[in-house]
């Protein structure tokens, strides 16, 4: 089973990549109120129990994956 | 003999041998620590984690060093009261690690920095030499991601603890509150963006660097 983890910038944490990718789309007329650049990492668990590969999933994330301090995560499982 | 000053190598350190001089001009003696290590933490004097881009800087600065098996040593050495110095990536490192509080981020500018800084003293550490006496210092920055960031409260409590080494005199990055470099609770384990190493002869453009590394003397 896949599950997908997606991180984020906290939203107090200044998002330097967002902001230029924000003022890009600006400058050519497609101005957005925010946009904000995380990561997508992609953990392919040997598990087929749904619970049993996100209880894998967040202990993997919370050991590396992301910093508490300065981003948040999401996960999600993948459907073929 | 006097025991030897531990240098930590992971793949994509590029510091290192900087470091292995600055440490031979105090006329200490420098010795590789690889990653993949671990070591007798009694056989050093002292440790330093030199800057660089270990593993490329992938998935975050410091993240994937600061799970490498050297680093298992190195938290023990940290908790025996052993001085540990992290610059730049070396910093990032011991931050993920959470050996010293804090993350560093993307400079505020978005760009990579590379300059002579000012900097001043907040609080001694235990790498803060007592006999030069420097409240200000001179040092080259170079980093792309050395904006230091943690929670308001969490930093009002940095400053009233002393954690809290350096700050800088002219902030080259948006770090709050302008730190430059910071210490754990006990002080042994500190560590800052600018780079001492690079500022160790006057033909370096500044003999500063000298002020860190001569605490290991005293």
């Given at each position: 089973?896949?599950?997908?983890?997606?991180i984020?910038?906290?939203?107090?944490?200044?998002?330097?990549?967002?902001?230029?990718?924000?003022?890009?789309?600006k400058?050519?007329?497609k101005?957005?109120?925010?946009?904000?650049?995380?990561?997508?990492?992609?953990?392919?668990?040997?598990?087929?129990?749904?619970?049993?590969?996100?209880?894998?999933?967040?202990?993997?994330?919370?050991?590396?994956?992301?910093?508490?301090?300065i981003?948040?995560?999401?996960l999600?499982?993948?459907?073929? | 003999?006097?025991?030897?000053?531990g240098?930590?190598?992971?793949?994509?350190?590029n510091?290192?041998?900087?470091?292995?001089?600055?440490?031979?001009?105090?006329?200490?003696t420098?010795q590789?620590?690889?990653?993949?290590?671990?070591?007798?933490?009694?056989?050093?004097?002292?440790?330093?984690?030199?800057?660089?881009?270990?593993?490329?800087?992938?998935?975050?600065?410091?993240?994937?060093?600061a799970?490498?098996?050297?680093?298992?040593?190195?938290?023990e050495?940290?908790?025996?009261?052993?001085?540990?110095?992290?610059?730049?990536?070396?910093?990032?490192?011991?931050?993920?690690?959470?050996?010293?509080?804090?993350?560093?981020v993307?400079?505020?500018?978005?760009?990579?920095?590379?300059?002579?800084?000012?900097?001043?003293?907040?609080?001694?550490?235990?790498?803060?030499?007592?006999?030069?006496?420097?409240v200000h210092?001179?040092?080259?920055?170079?980093?792309?991601?050395?904006?230091?960031?943690?929670e308001?409260?969490e930093?009002?409590?940095?400053?009233?603890?002393?954690q809290?080494w350096?700050?800088?005199?002219?902030?080259?990055?948006?770090?709050m509150?302008?730190?430059?470099?910071?210490a754990?609770?006990?002080?042994n384990?500190?560590?800052?963006?600018?780079?001492p190493?690079?500022?160790m002869?006057d033909?370096?453009?500044?003999?500063?660097?000298?002020?860190?590394?001569?605490?290991?003397?005293q």
């Amino acid at each position: 089973m896949k599950i997908g983890v997606k991180i984020l910038p906290k939203t107090e944490v200044l998002d330097s990549q967002g902001r230029a990718v924000e003022g890009t789309l600006k400058n050519h007329g497609k101005a957005v109120n925010q946009c904000r650049v995380g990561k997508y990492v992609q953990l392919d668990i040997g598990e087929t129990d749904e619970s049993k590969a996100l209880g894998k999933a967040k202990e993997i994330a919370e050991f590396v994956l992301y910093n508490p301090l300065i981003e948040t995560y999401e996960l999600e499982v993948v459907k073929k | 003999m006097a025991k030897p000053v531990g240098i930590l190598r992971f793949l994509g350190t590029n510091c290192d041998r900087d470091v292995w001089q600055a440490v031979e001009a105090m006329g200490l003696t420098p010795q590789w620590l690889w990653y993949e290590d671990q070591f007798a933490v009694k056989d050093y004097q002292g440790f330093i984690v030199p800057g660089g881009f270990s593993y490329g800087d992938y998935l975050r600065c410091g993240a994937l060093a600061a799970k490498a098996p050297v680093m298992k040593s190195l938290g023990e050495a940290a908790a025996a009261g052993y001085p540990v110095l992290g610059i730049c990536n070396g910093f990032q490192i011991l931050c993920e690690t959470k050996l010293l509080p804090g993350a560093l981020v993307r400079n505020e500018s978005r760009r990579f920095i590379d300059k002579w800084v000012d900097l001043n003293l907040v609080n001694p550490t235990r790498w803060t030499s007592r006999s030069q006496g420097a409240v200000h210092l001179r040092l080259p920055i170079a980093h792309g991601e050395g904006r230091f960031v943690m929670e308001e409260a969490e930093l009002a409590r940095l400053f009233d603890n002393e954690q809290v080494w350096w700050t800088y005199g002219d902030n080259p990055n948006g770090s709050m509150r302008d730190v430059a470099g910071v210490a754990n609770e006990m002080k042994n384990v500190c560590a800052l963006m600018p780079h001492p190493e690079r500022a160790m002869f006057d033909w370096m453009g500044s003999e500063d660097g000298r002020a860190i590394f001569s605490a290991l003397l005293q």
